[in-house]
């Protein structure tokens, strides 16, 4: 069983470009998270879906940036346009339905996003 | 809300020794489960085990097993006979019950010598 994938795995832009990160989750699983990882920084959540509803979107930190999940699949997530301090490494989880504290998200290989 | 310390930003262990990575969290909830994840260099994050808070017993994979002590709310990873495949950046994180996202601490990176 394919685990969960993220595209690309590397982006650098110039501050002021539009990136868009992609994550496919493993078949099956209803939840789809996105966190991100500054530099030496805790990894923080950014927003969660369940199929395509967004359930909680309360760590995004801006309206730059805005995530899809058309069809309950795969997810987007674009920063438009994007400054410097976006610069970090964007992981997406995905979980099968909710099950309570003993759930376990399984992560992809993150995308490193570089902001020049 | 819900917090994840890991005071150990590095650790060195020698090869086959054993090694525990430490983990204190903070939080109101009574139902709660404590992960650790590891992050190799090519930067997946593993999964490695679990804990809930309800649990009686210790929880073991492997190698791996996690000293839980609840009333001193620390859940460290001991890793036994350690190799230099476990060298990688450790992360500690929980989650409440319902559908919430992870917390996550700060990680300790963790190398192994020969």
């Known amino acids: 069983e394919a685990g969960v994938t993220q595209f690309p795995s590397h982006s650098v832009i110039e501050k002021g470009q539009t990136v868009t990160l992609r994550c496919d989750p493993i078949?099956?699983?209803?939840?789809l998270y996105w966190y991100r990882r500054v530099m030496g920084k805790e990894i923080k959540f950014l927003l969660h879906?369940?199929?395509?509803?967004?359930?909680?979107e309360s760590g995004m930190p801006n309206n730059r940036f805005l995530a899809e999940r058309t069809g309950g699949t795969y997810s987007t997530l674009k920063v438009q346009p994007a400054e410097l301090e976006d610069s970090g490494v964007y992981f997406c989880?995905?979980?099968?339905?909710?099950?309570?504290?003993?759930?376990?998200?399984?992560f992809g290989p993150g995308t490193r996003l570089l902001v020049l | 809300a819900q917090k994840i310390t890991q005071t150990q930003p590095g650790m060195f262990v020698q090869e086959k020794e054993a090694v525990t990575l430490d983990c204190t969290y903070d939080?109101?909830?009574?139902?709660?489960?404590l992960f650790w994840y590891k992050q190799p260099s090519s930067g997946e994050m593993i999964f490695l085990i679990y804990?809930?808070?309800?649990?009686?017993q210790n929880a073991t994979e492997g190698r791996y097993s996690l000293n839980f002590q609840k009333a001193r709310k620390s859940a460290n990873l001991v890793i036994s006979a350690s190799q230099l495949g476990d060298s990688a950046m450790y992360f500690c994180?929980?989650?409440?019950?319902?559908?919430?996202?992870?917390?996550f601490g700060k990680g300790t990176r963790l190398s192994v010598i020969a």
């Open positions: 989880a995905s979980s099968q339905a909710a099950g309570g504290p003993r759930e376990t998200q399984y």
């Open positions: 078949s099956g699983h209803d939840n």
């Open positions: 879906f369940v199929k395509e509803s967004k359930q909680d």
């Open positions: 939080t109101s909830d009574q139902s709660y489960g």
């Open positions: 804990q809930g808070s309800y649990d009686e």
């Open positions: 994180a929980m989650r409440d019950e319902g559908n919430t996202p992870l917390v």
